[in-house]
């Protein structure tokens, strides 16, 4: 057996102390370049927020006196589409729709990978899929509750009750089942599913109503409505400052449930919250990316950014990178090649996830901070 001459445990406390500092200098340039390309993700997204408030804003009254403002502002980023057209050859960005869709997906790039980082390392990846289906079957009770009572909301404002309702219900059936964890996430599952086909069939037979099916199972740009979008940039703005505000809280919950019960800690309402805010982000991508593919924004960064990450703040970090990287390249081979967008954004992100495998050294495990 061979001595290791460089063993920890033959270096004077000054070698060490320097080998820390190199460590230190290597890694803070690393660091500066997460946080500055987060910042310009955070920029881009106020961006779209901004976006979707000009496009409800420059409906509003005259009396309020904004309305003109908020047309001549809205103009701009249709003329900034204009020339985007023009240098790309293409005719898409001069309409508004295909902003309100941008924006929509640059947000989703967002909050998916950052509520999807906690249920990753929680294994937790199947409760997204779980509650895509619960919204496909909210969009089903939507549909029929609007053909029949004539209501003029929002279809997805009734997908996001049931999506929430439906993720309340799962956490009460995993608290109160004997059987095995994942046995009541595929009951839900298959059984929301069930439900959600069994009443588009009724509606189609009784009601009448017309039903783009595959655009809510394979996302759509053209489903994006300005409700829409705006709905989801109220919830992303709800999620992020949430996780802002619970993040000690759900790290703690993440690594050691257990020993957070000890102290105390909520665990059932911070689950609770973690849960609904799962359902918010599936409901809000399902427009871009569909029911059957909208789990993999949850994971798919994540993956991607745990094979480069050091640490959970860094992996939250570059899974937030990466959504934004899928996102935006998916919808630049959706438009390009006129492709279905959830499955070009999925594609790319698993590109992305095979380039990380191949390029990294994971030998180390992923620390608490």
């Not at 969009?139 to 404002?157: D, K, P």
């Not at 409700?227 to 050691?256: C, E, P, W």
């Not at 630049?332 to 495998?357: H, M, Q, R």
Request: hydrophobic share 55%.
């Amino acid at each position: 057996m061979s001595l290791d001459t460089n063993s920890s445990d033959d270096e004077s406390p000054t070698d060490r102390r320097a080998g820390r500092l190199g460590w230190v200098s290597t890694q803070r340039p690393r660091e500066r370049v997460e946080l500055v390309c987060v910042a310009i993700t955070g920029l881009l997204g106020v961006a779209m927020i901004g976006f979707v408030l000009l496009d409800w804003l420059r409906f509003a009254p005259d009396a309020l006196g904004i309305g003109v403002y908020a047309e001549v502002l809205f103009d701009q980023f249709i003329f900034a589409g204009m020339w985007m057209d023009y240098y790309l050859g293409t005719n898409v960005f001069r309409h508004p729709f295909m902003w309100r869709a941008i924006a929509t997906g640059v947000l989703i790039g967002i909050v998916a990978p950052l509520v999807g980082t906690y249920l990753v390392h929680r294994q937790m990846a199947l409760i997204g899929e779980t509650l895509a289906h619960t919204a496909f079957a909210g969009v089903a009770v939507g549909l029929l509750f609007i053909a029949l009572t004539g209501w003029t909301g929002s279809l997805l404002f009734v997908a996001l009750v049931v999506a929430a309702l439906g993720a309340l219900g799962l956490q009460w059936l995993t608290d109160r089942s004997n059987t095995y964890g994942d046995v009541p996430i595929a009951i839900v599952l298959s059984g929301s599913f069930a439900v959600g086909t069994l009443l588009i069939s009724w509606g189609r037979d009784f009601v009448g109503i017309a039903i783009d099916v595959e655009g809510f199972l394979f996302g759509s740009l053209a489903i994006v409505t300005p409700a829409g979008a705006r709905m989801v940039a109220v919830l992303s703005v709800a999620v992020v400052v949430l996780v802002g505000l619970t993040y000690k809280q759900l790290l703690f919950i993440t690594f050691d449930e257990q020993a957070a019960r000890v102290a105390r800690l909520e665990v059932d309402r911070y689950n609770a919250l973690l849960i609904v805010m799962t359902a918010v982000v599936v409901v809000g991508a399902m427009q871009i990316l569909g029911v059957i593919l909208v789990a993999a924004m949850l994971v798919i960064p994540v993956a991607t950014a745990s094979q480069l990450a050091g640490s959970f703040r860094e992996t939250l970090y570059l899974s937030i990178l990466f959504g934004q990287l899928a996102i935006l390249g998916g919808l630049t081979v959706s438009i390009g090649v006129s492709l279905p967008p959830g499955g070009s954004i999925v594609v790319v992100a698993i590109a992305f996830y095979l380039l990380a495998i191949g390029v990294s050294d994971r030998s180390t495990a992923l620390s608490m901070h």
